[in-house]
């Protein structure tokens, strides 16, 4: 019963630093998205998936890229880290054919500052 | 334009008190599903209802219970005699049908004390 998992939990990089989390399911769920929780400000969507070989921009897209190459992993880059990145990270997935608007499921976060 | 406007930052109880948390919504759309969400300590993400625009029964789930009222664009959440485990942050939530993407408001902080 994994459900979504989150890699890595923590990170800590410098300024201009890359790296990429990495989100895998194992519900056979066709969405996948990517947020980020900053204090009061909720979750925002960064960008997110409707199917293998396919992704989306959604709300604060700039800074980051995704790409989604097995139906379940949904991986998040970032090219050159800024310090307004650091934020805590969620992966969440959600509808499987047939049913619509499903809750969706999240990983447990990872933690990232940019120093 | 979608939007979820969560106003109450944050509350603090004593347990055995009952707190409601207001969610209000704006929406173009006939249909859309409303969500909350529940953000212990530890920081994960806890589902806990989801609903329809077409179905405005309320709804009991133990001490937890929703009150969905279209006609003023609210889903407000209501915890009966309130326990120190419930101290989170809840999170309401917005998709319209057929995009599953969330809109969510920026939460409430509630502590329960002893």
């Known amino acids: 019963n994994a459900g979504v998992t989150q890699t890595p939990k923590f990170r800590v990089l410098k300024t201009g630093q890359s790296m990429t989390l990495l989100c895998a399911q194992d519900?056979?769920?066709?969405?996948m998205y990517w947020y980020r929780q900053d204090p009061g400000m909720g979750l925002r969507l960064i960008h997110y998936?409707?199917?293998?070989?396919?992704?989306a921009k959604g709300e604060v897209p700039d800074g980051y890229n995704v790409s989604r190459l097995k139906k379940q992993n949904f991986l998040l880059g970032l090219e050159s880290a800024a310090p307004s990145q650091t934020s805590v990270y969620f992966c969440?997935?959600?509808?499987?054919?047939?049913?619509?608007?499903?809750?969706?499921?999240f990983g447990d976060g990872t933690r990232l500052s940019i120093l | 334009a979608q939007k979820v406007t969560q106003a109450q930052t944050e509350i603090s109880v004593v347990e055995k008190e009952d707190v409601t948390l207001d969610c209000v919504y704006e929406?173009?759309?006939?249909?859309?599903?409303l969500f909350w969400y529940k953000q212990p300590p530890s920081g994960e993400l806890v589902f806990l209802i989801r609903?329809?625009?077409?179905?405005?029964q309320n709804e009991i789930s133990g001490r937890y219970s929703w009150n969905f009222q279209k006609s003023t664009s609210s889903f407000n959440f209501t915890i009966t005699a309130s326990q120190v485990v419930d101290s989170a942050v809840y999170f309401c939530?917005?998709?319209?049908?057929?995009?599953?993407?969330?809109?969510f408001g920026t939460g409430t902080r509630l502590q329960v004390f002893p």
């Open positions: 969440a997935s959600s509808r499987s054919l047939g049913v619509t608007n499903q809750p969706q499921h």
């Open positions: 519900m056979n769920h066709e969405y």
């Open positions: 998936s409707v199917g293998e070989g396919t992704t």
């Open positions: 929406t173009r759309d006939t249909t859309y599903y």
């Open positions: 609903r329809n625009s077409f179905d405005e």
């Open positions: 939530a917005l998709s319209e049908g057929g995009t599953d993407k969330l809109i």
